[in-house]
């Protein structure tokens, strides 16, 4: 059963540090979204990711968030340092480029207090 | 700019009854359009999509969508709810060129009453 995976599921951790949330695509998928979830903004694209090109990233504050694809099998998003307004789900998602559904995976859930 | 809009924050619904989903969109050219269901902790799981052809498209779950464009929406339909239907339901717009990206609208919740 093919499914996106991120870890971790859940993340505490104090206001000032890093964090790092990965993802799994499926494979065979080429293209790689990340998007944030909050009651006050909903979905928010934050970046995405073609043949581990980044394409888009303009909805990512370049300050303190950065997104990579070091290899076809993993795309990590780091915040670096983390403010308790980066709370927030985290969901990672993945298709094949070519409309084609895509899939989430279960988010990562980061509270930064 | 693309946009999409789901003007109903909560909806609540007899079991049993039908439900009717709003979406409205924002996009010069011909968008493809989804919607999504979101369960509470889980991830979001695709319903639908509309990407050219029949106007009518049939999801899982029973649900069904139609693609007016006169009326720039995508409503999202069901006939007879059931009590596991309660989720968060989104409607997103993917413009369909390479710099293709998935823009959601705000979510419609949907409570069922036993």
């Known amino acids: 059963d093919a499914r996106v995976t991120q870890t971790p599921r859940h993340k505490v951790t104090e206001m000032g540090q890093e964090v790092t949330m990965r993802c799994q695509p499926i494979?065979?998928?080429?293209?790689v979204f990340w998007y944030r979830q909050t009651m006050m903004q909903g979905l928010e694209l934050l970046a995405y990711?073609?043949?581990?090109?980044?394409?888009?990233d303009s909805g990512m504050p370049k300050d303190r968030f950065s997104a990579e694809m070091p290899d076809a099998t993993l795309a990590t998003l780091k915040i670096q340092p983390s403010e308790p307004r980066d709370s927030a789900v985290y969901f990672c998602?993945?298709?094949?480029?070519?409309?084609?559904?895509?899939?989430f995976g279960q988010g990562t859930r980061l509270t930064v207090v | 700019a693309q946009s999409v809009t789901q003007p109903d924050i909560h909806i609540t619904v007899s079991e049993g009854a039908s439900l009717e989903l709003r979406c409205n969109y924002s996009?010069?050219?011909?968008?493809?359009l989804f919607w999504y269901v979101q369960s509470p902790g889980q991830g979001l799981q695709l319903l639908l999509k509309?990407?050219?052809?029949?106007?009518l498209v049939q999801g899982i779950k029973g649900f069904e969508a139609e693609f007016k464009r006169s009326q720039s929406s995508f409503n999202l339909r069901k006939p007879s709810v059931h009590w596991s239907d309660a989720a968060e339901y989104f409607c997103?717009?993917?413009?369909?060129?390479?710099?293709?990206?998935?823009?959601f609208g705000s979510g419609t919740r949907l409570l069922v009453r036993p």
């Open positions: 494979l065979g998928h080429n293209t």
């Open positions: 998602a993945s298709d094949r480029g070519q409309l084609t559904e895509a899939f």
């Open positions: 996009y010069g050219a011909t968008p493809y």
């Open positions: 997103a717009v993917g413009p369909g060129d390479s710099s293709y990206k998935l823009i």
């Open positions: 990711f073609r043949n581990r090109a980044p394409l888009d």
């Open positions: 509309y990407f050219s052809g029949d106007t």
